[in-house]
């Protein structure tokens, strides 16, 4: 249920507010281009910005735009442990079909202190979870042994690996129970993932080109390697382009330069400046996608 290209949304602005009907929009065509799946109110939705009230609302609109056509996986992850199961309590309650919990960051906790946290929101909710290790991020790692123990949990079913390690993604896979779901968070790492035993990726780019990667995801478990790995490296300029500058601000900007946004940020993000922009429309012009016409 939480395999394939699962998009991990930004959160549309309009004057300081979450801009409701950008968001349906942006639903709707993930949904309509073959995502298999939606994150609300992750790194890439600018979590860490949201009030409580605005990030129940990004997952409730979320939930009633996708209208049961494809699965919303929740971001309530903190770096406070009763935070993150009122979080994930409340995407509970308004239907997630799972929720992503990223590592408590700032605290940098051990690796027994991962266990616990993780332990504990399992205990208090039945929704299926998700774990979310950005070392990147959060300055701490949840190393493959600790997620192959929290793999043994009933309710966690599966982790997003950012760390851009094989290696790690190798270990994990391996010493996890059988079935449990491994998910890129790292687009250039979506098929190699795949090619050890992955499940699919939460992605930037998919907000951009959710055809594309959904079709290469596709092409793999069809068999067909060849236009799998084609499509990777179509994809991959694209992939280099989203991090010109700090998630979400390029994803943010090449939504507004086709239309399908407004360009509005929440500080301490803001946009980007003239040369990456240029860089950035360069590669948007290279996909065929409009640069004109972009929403203010």
């Known amino acids: ?90 995407a509970e309650s308004a239907g997630a079909n799972a929720a992503l919990l990223i590592t408590p960051y700032y605290n940098k906790p051990t690796q027994q202190g991962l266990y616990e946290h993780y332990r504990r929101v399992a205990e208090e909710v039945s929704v299926p979870l998700i774990l979310y290790n950005v070392p990147g991020r959060t300055s701490v790692n949840m190393l493959p042994e600790t997620t192959a123990r929290l793999s043994e949990l009933k309710n966690i079913v599966g982790i997003k690996e950012a760390t851009g390690d094989l290696r790690q993604v190798s270990d994990t896979i391996e010493f996890s129970r059988k079935g449990f779901i491994v998910l890129s968070g790292d687009d250039f790492t979506t098929l190699p993932l795949l090619a050890i035993g992955g499940h699919g990726v939460i992605s930037v780019t998919s907000n951009i080109v959710p055809g594309m990667v959904s079709d290469m995801i596709r092409a793999f478990r069809q068999g067909d390697l060849a236009k799998a790995r084609d499509i990777h490296y179509r994809i991959e300029p694209l992939n280099r382009a989203m991090f010109l500058e700090t998630n979400p601000v390029p994803v943010k900007t090449a939504l507004s330069m086709t239309g399908m946004i407004g360009p509005e940020m929440r500080l301490p993000l803001v946009g980007m400046n003239n040369e990456n922009r240029k860089r950035l429309a360069s590669v948007l012009d290279g996909f065929g996608l409009v640069t004109k016409g972009a929403r203010t």
């Open 1 to 90: 249920m939480f395999t394939g290209s699962i998009t991990a949304l930004v959160t549309p602005f309009r004057d300081g507010r979450v801009d409701e009907e950008a968001l349906r929009r942006l639903v709707e065509f993930q949904i309509e281009n073959g995502s298999d799946g939606l994150v609300p109110c992750g790194t890439t939705g600018e979590s860490a910005t949201l009030s409580y009230e605005e990030h129940d609302r990004v997952i409730e609109l979320t939930i009633e735009a996708a209208a049961g056509r494809v699965p919303v996986i929740a971001g309530t992850g903190s770096n406070s442990t009763s935070e993150t199961i009122a979080l994930t309590k409340h």
